[in-house]
């Protein structure tokens, strides 16, 4: 029907009959074949400045679009600098399609450009990392094969896949196949696990939900809310669940992650009979280097049920996608009054109250430096409430945690952690959301991993705003020199840098900030102009207690 194609004709093809709009990646000479197709095609090829931004870009743009982010690199070195993004979305469940390059099949063991001992090196690296994986081995492969990625990228537990292709299929010739695009699978537990949760959560005096990134995966936040309402139960996070609910919201109580964690969160889960978990791993983040101690009876709800009764053992395992079995336990709940224990509702909700006004106290109070926090509230003044917050590994993240404000997105690699990460992101935040307001918070220390990507955001034309938080230092590796290495700095100080001046130089808007008296100005400036603007904000670490001080007191 489509007449006979070469392989690269037909890969491009298969991406736009799955509604691909925009495709991240680094040409090289294996697949330059693609890009050639791709010339021809609607979808716009985001080129990046090094591959692991190709990586983090189509993380965030697959978190955001909850379809996967494409991610298209040559064989070998472009392939392998993907390892590290591809990793960081396996362990935080983002869908991602990667297709590489693979040398060519005739000259294979022959030490071809690009080629590893064996190419199966290449392959079984990405296998490790990745949910599903296939090299293609004749053009025919081509249709199929795109299709079951881009199902088993977003079906049950979202995470990367890996297509390989050799180089010598792409100049084969052959047909394109429409194969019908398979919609992603959500399960459901069966009627009488939703009862016997049903029975738990409701006969509980003191239950407590605990959410986790999988709601935010499952798109379930409405659900979560709804139930909690009814059920009248309070509901705190982990760091990869912070978004999931607003902070507004009456029950949202914040981290509730054991000796890391809002007071509020604390409090209830030291008084809680029940804890109804959701889509969480209790990694070591997420239970406060595992000091929390979750009550016996402890529903666990995740899609994955590797993740159940791994770290805690559930009394009551359920494994299923968090939307479908949270639209099943709302169906199920009676018309009748729930009771709780009221006067702990309200206790709660006044330290939750003081706390955010002792937060804020703080931040006033810091009267010699610019507080990071700071920045925050003044950003606020100035966002619209879908915009979306995009942090890096390193404090920036865990001062966002700490954000007191109420249903911005934020997205933060809390997950795996690694460094380079919102600076890419915010360019895929704005592809995949061009109406919202897209805001990076990073360090110094991950702006050199990754920031020539503001140049990525300067030739697309992307309106997007970064904050540096400019300390000449990996803030929160020095904290910990401080306490266990007597102060010693080693290896840890960074070179002082002109981020502002990079901006402007390079045809963005670059504002140094140094004084308390310029931030507001500053922010209304960046926000207000069209194109990407940086705000260099230099903190005076010394006058500004740690974040994790306070976070692990
Ligand atoms: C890719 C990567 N390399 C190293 C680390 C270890 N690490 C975690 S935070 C950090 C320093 C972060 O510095 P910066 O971005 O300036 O943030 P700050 O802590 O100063 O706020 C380092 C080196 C990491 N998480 N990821
Ligand atoms: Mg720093």
Redesign the pocket.
């Known amino acids: 029907m489509f007449g006979i194609m070469k392989g690269s004709e037909i890969v491009v093809k298969a991406l736009e009959e799955q509604g691909v709009k925009h495709l991240f990646g680094i040409p090289g000479n294996h697949i330059l074949d693609v890009y050639d197709a791709l010339g021809k095609s609607k979808i716009k090829t985001i080129l990046c400045t090094h591959e692991?931004s190709v990586g983090f870009m189509a993380d965030t743009y697959g978190r955001i679009t909850r379809t996967p982010g494409v991610a298209l690199v040559t064989a070998g070195p472009g392939a392998l600098n993907m390892v590290?993004p591809v990793a960081q979305a396996y362990i935080e469940s983002s869908p991602m399609v990667v297709i590489a390059a693979q040398c060519n099949r005739n000259n294979w063991g022959k030490g071809c450009y690009h080629e590893l001992e064996h190419p199966n090196v290449q392959y079984n690296i990405f296998k490790e990392i990745t949910k599903w994986q296939t090299r293609i081995t004749s053009v025919n492969e081509i249709c199929e094969k795109i299709n079951e990625a881009f199902y088993q990228a977003t079906s049950n537990r979202p995470r990367p896949v890996y297509i390989e292709i050799p180089e010598d299929i792409f100049q084969e010739e052959g047909e394109f196949i429409r194969y019908k695009k398979k919609a992603s699978l959500r399960i459901g537990v069966e009627s009488k696990l939703v009862e016997k949760a049903l029975n738990m959560l409701l006969e509980a005096k003191q239950p407590v939900i605990y959410a986790g990134g999988g709601v935010i995966c499952s798109d379930a936040s409405k659900e979560l809310i709804e139930l909690s309402k009814k059920l009248r139960i309070p509901i705190v996070t982990s760091m990869m669940g912070k978004s999931s609910v607003p902070v507004d919201y009456e029950f949202s109580f914040g981290l509730g992650t054991g000796k890391v964690g809002n007071s509020a969160a604390k409090e209830i889960l030291k008084n809680a009979d029940l804890m109804f978990a959701i889509g969480t791993r209790f990694d070591e983040v997420a239970t406060g280097f595992f000091t929390l101690k979750p009550p016996k009876k402890l529903i666990h709800l995740d899609i994955d049920n590797k993740e159940i009764s791994k770290n805690y053992k559930a009394s009551l395992p359920l494994v299923g996608d968090a939307k479908m079995v949270l639209s099943q336990l709302i169906e199920k709940i009676p018309e009748k009054n729930i009771n709780r224990d009221e006067k702990s509702l309200e206790k709660f909700k006044k330290i939750k109250n003081e706390e955010k006004l002792e937060i804020k106290k703080k931040v006033d109070s810091a009267k010699e430096s610019i507080h990071?926090l700071e920045i925050l509230y003044k950003l606020d003044e100035f966002l619209d409430k879908d915009a979306i917050i995009i942090a890096?590994?390193?404090?920036?993240s865990?001062?966002v945690c700490e954000y007191p404000v109420a249903s911005h997105r934020i997205i933060a690699?809390y997950g795996y952690?690694?460094?380079?990460f919102a600076i890419p992101s915010i360019i895929a935040a704005k592809l995949a959301s061009p109406n919202k307001q897209v805001i990076g918070f990073?360090?110094?220390?991950?702006?050199?991993?990754t920031g020539m990507e503001f140049l990525t955001a300067i030739k697309y034309n992307l309106d997007v705003t970064l904050i540096v938080?400019h300390?000449n230092?990996?803030?929160?590796?020095?904290?910990f020199q401080d306490m266990k290495y007597n102060g010693r700095y080693i290896g840890?100080i960074?070179k002082t840098f002109d981020f502002a001046k990079f901006a402007n130089d390079s045809g963005g808007l670059g504002i140094k900030v140094e004084s308390k008296e310029n931030l507001k100005d500053a922010i209304k400036q960046a926000l207000e102009h069209k194109g990407p603007s940086l705000l260099d904000v230099y903190i005076d670490?010394k006058k500004i207690p740690p974040v994790l001080k306070r976070l692990r007191s």
């Open positions: 692991p590290n990071p890096d590994a390193g404090n920036s865990l001062w690699p952690n690694s460094m380079g990073c360090g110094d220390g991950s702006f050199l991993m938080l300390e230092r990996y803030n929160i590796l020095t904290f840890t960074l670490h």
